[in-house]
């Protein structure tokens, strides 16, 4: 059974940073690409950004020099870094996990996701 588990969100003041995990467990598959996407109250979910197998990015325009994506294909886990938030960054921040093999899904698999708070 796939699990895709978020972790590392909170409440920070603006300007601060926060580091955000995602893995994913389970067997019999190859994770391909990951992302983070999230979802403000009274908004629709929308992409943060995007790390493929082989480390390439892509980030929304938003966090663009602000958030860097990284991966650990080992350890089926990416990593979220986000400096310089700021109070529009307050949202709930979803993972999603494309797999290969006997696990694929068209739509991928999602995290519960995880809380950021930014205060100003």
């Known amino acids: 059974q796939v699990q895709v588990v978020e972790s590392g969100g909170g409440l920070v003041q603006a300007g601060g940073s926060l580091r955000l995990a995602c893995v994913v467990s389970g067997t019999g598959f190859i994770v391909n690409a990951m992302g983070w996407y999230r979802q403000a109250p009274g908004n629709q979910r929308e992409l943060v950004g995007t790390?493929?197998?082989?480390?390439?990015?892509n980030y929304a325009d938003s966090v663009k020099g602000r958030f860097t994506l990284t991966r650990d294909n080992a350890k089926n886990t990416i990593y979220l870094q986000m400096n310089s938030l700021k109070p529009e960054d307050t949202a709930v921040y979803y993972c999603r996990a494309d797999l290969s093999g006997v696990a694929f899904r068209p739509d991928g698999y999602w995290g519960q996701g995880t809380q950021v708070t930014v205060s100003s």
């Open positions: 790390i493929g197998r082989g480390g390439s990015t």
